[in-house]
């Protein structure tokens, strides 16, 4: 059986796992103090900073356990209390992650999202809105703007559009985050043209994901400017992120940004999924979103649904309809063209 | 260079590695729903109530990635709003934890501890007191009770203390929670009369530990009363503590508590913890505690510190005096005698 | 000039300040333990439950400070950590109380809103989602529901509709809360078929409005079944709801409770907005919402902005449009008729 | 029968009250942005600030209507998420606002107090302490100082004691938070060396208490460099504090801060405590704290304290002794020499 649920459902890969194993009797301090966290981060602000200077000197690099920990920590720490988060409708932030940012006492400000994104015009409104607002001590004011890269459909802001979501987030003086759980698969897909130096530049604070791309578990988040996140090891303590052997998460980005790893796990799993996608087009399904990553979003026949079922495993997607059912396929490093065949097959038939 | 600052200073035990090894390339769902963790669950639940029956069919296993975590969310799905948390002054929680429990909207309610416990005498008196106090509602309410076993300190509650603490607590109608960061190392102690059962029958809810006890990371939830802790997937997501990839906790559970490997990490640890505390002894160091455990606690003078320094690396324990420094040395079940030797031989010259 | 911003422009009914006034110099022990108290919560329970019995002596009366306090303290008070509440996407809670619940942990889950309201259908459909949501313990649960009577439009929901609401809540076993800090506007409506012995028999837990309807400030809270709300004292006061001079809101309400005045304010408040609403009509302004109580909404042609606010002061309700705004007027209990002519007579010149 | 429960059992003095009366009917904008708020702004400043200037343009005057209340909205507003508040452990903060302070995040962070009082040097060695830890990530920093004047107790930080705390936290770089919420006792005793100016000078942030000083209800916060509070109405909407009628609290200070109403609140109740305090003393009962405000404390013979009870009413403090019960007698400023005449002809017999 092929399983295609997410990109969480194997291990690390080799390289990482490799790592580990030859270092698994070392004896290091906890918390991130270590020298393999120290490498890590050398190596994250190489590729994120490959022109050195200031801004490198100026950047930090944090490691914490997962996704959403790493969201709610960032958020609960920039915000003043007064202050919400701008967010697509669709994020992760607003549906996906049981109410953590809530649960630090902020609001997530939701936009509607087309395919996933916010436009930076929509961002600008609701801040204009905000400020013309003749009763805004009583409405929740936007603090930050977040958003995926890619998105939880699967789909890439481009250059210009972070450009612009950049633009009205330093105009309004508040903060862009860019949530990368699954930077790889954006960084590595032929439809990007946002490098890791353009969310840098272009950022404030963004994180490169490593649950999803690669690692057993692990998130770095890099922040360009440390005095808008000042104190955040305390606040990753206290909000349950600081790993006791904290360098398991050096260990695995060491091993990601070594050798273009990071991206070779991203281009693999994109071309497969560009293979399967094809397969579901040619079948004659269609295409929810136009997604240029690993993720990829059919609508299935619900007669279908169960053949289909016998072969790959999936995870639906929303309430499924009378007759059509949409679904989300899934690919990732681990995964290969020989894994994939039976599936292809299968879609030829 | 012996490196003593901590227990979680090495990576993984080599099954616990082997058994993450082994698995790698395995696809699995997440978030702890797959099977390892389902295995794990089973062998947690056998050990805890080896006479089965209702109680082992009640009890619940959650798996979660970190102490801080663990703590926090638990107490937060425990109290009520208006409610706190009593611990010893030098509970994990009240100083360690970066207010990670007052981050969730409690208060630490403090008692003094000697050697790192708490009595039940003193909870008793503690709830005794708010119940007859006439301005109650202006105070924050004991809502549950928090120790440590093995404690900070590396001493242990015996028996006849557990039962004492859960009588008070059961009479009061509160909640005993046990946390159990370094639970194996209790459990092996020879000075230890404290079994799993015993702990599933006198507490309501209590952690095993990982991070310390041979994992690379993970703390393994007993609930022996589903009711008093509903829904707490959604809590452990929401407060950043549900691991993607799930099963890698199952998996290192797995690994520890099968052939009893739990117990033997923790008598190896506590097996060099006192070879070495009688080493010190004799040098004619003064023992701070008398702790059974793998954390032993002496005073050392002040120019015996930097030649210790030169064989080994320990942690200083609260403000250094004019003459002596309390110093702390922990041993872990990657320690080996040999390991320990130089520093034995520097002690004996 | 005539202010109609607001329900919260004069200061207390006479009869209010006759109260307070006679009883100034009396000394009596604070946070709500005085007689005052004790008597207007009677008056308020008679007039919930007219034929006693248990329903009655289980009920149980708070007095808190304000509105924004008391929905959040109330709704922090009944969710589960995991939990969030349900309510309009124009909602009190939702928009003008500065994130208020979400500082409190908890997320507001909103609905569309037509003319302010909700419908049993569109809550029971967000709970069905939820429950076959196979990732639900990612996803915020929802706990309870909250409506206003009247709404921030001024509409009312009818007494089928509140039955309904209150159904789908019971079948789900989530208590539904409503927010009466207009309350006395809508049970005086000539629209209106929902009394106060309905609301106390179909919401677990609401709110009869001081503040907006005749009191310095007050808001009475009922909860019909105090195991829904236990330890609701503690909860006030650490929310800051409790005041210290407490009588002072006991004495507001026995005297707002004493002869109808409640409802007569409300009639006369009513009688007035429709005077003015029939004017308004009469010009050929668009009435934006039909509202039976207190607060009416019209379309105002830009070109008659700036006379009207020569005449009389009010809201303007949302953005600008480029030729008309919408804009509220609000009655209270201290407008008179004779307050009422000059804008009356400009608008049928 | 005589009430010496507390300062806040009777309503508001004449003046306030009139003021109340007299503009009852007066319409205006609410929430504090009215004309009366103003004015009571202008006064509390000029009290403040009489030499104007720099200082006196940069300060901002807010109102809330609750001490509780004010206590945790400034707090919560002024502390990153990582630092706690430090206390007297006998501070109101710390131990009867049912955990306000937890509840918005924070630790209070306890120091030991002698008759309610803290200590500069104390607070610099804890300060001290966290900066020389080095695992003060794991610690909850220091992030302000709260102190009451007068304390708990009834006592009085002398002007050098003020200084020498004020100066520990600039050096700190850590804001000074001065608890007024009977300052009006400390401003009219006669062992009182701190003026509003020096506070105004020594503090970050003070409040000047109206319900315990002759208001109805409100508390007047100065902030004496804005930047550090910024944002602070819709937090104190946020929080509950701001009244919808927020005129009332402006009109009360107003009438406070006119013709010396405050400070002769402040002396006449003063000067009863102390007659009080006399005829204690001389009946041979042992003064627990020497206190020079309006509250005072003794220890009654347990035999005498039902004799005593049929002439007045007051609170035990803390837990009865075996043979004495510590009790405190409170006056304000209802209460005139002629009401306190049978007690002391009682203690005298």
Redo the contacts between chains.
Sequence with gaps: ML?L??D?????C?EV?AA??A?????????GTDSYCDRARELILDACFPEGGRARSDARVYFL?????TN??VI??ML???E?VIAAATGHIA??????V???????LTLPAVDGKITASAVAALIA?FK?D????????PGMVYISQPTEYGTLYSLDELKAISKVCREAGIPLFVDGARLAYALASKANDVTLPDLARLADVFYIGG??CGA??GEAVVITDPSIL??F???I?????????GR?LGLQFEALFTDGLYERIGASADRLAALLASALRERGYREVVASPTNQIFFEIPNEDLDRLGKVATF??WG?PGDHYTAVRFVTDW?LTEADLAPLLDFLRK
């Design positions: 399983h649920d997410s969480y459902m194997a291990g690390a080799p796992l580990l194993t270092t698994n009797l070392d004896r290091t301090t906890g918390y356990v997962g996704g959403t920990q709610s920590t609960a720490g003043r209390p007064h919400g549906v996906h992650e049981s109410g953590a809530e649960a630090t006492g902020h609001k997530v809105e013309g003749p009763s805004r001590d009583h409405t929740v004011a649950t999803k057993l578990m000042r104190h090891t305390p606040l303590k206290q909000r349950g992120g600081l790993l006791a052997k398991l995870e639906t309430v681990a």
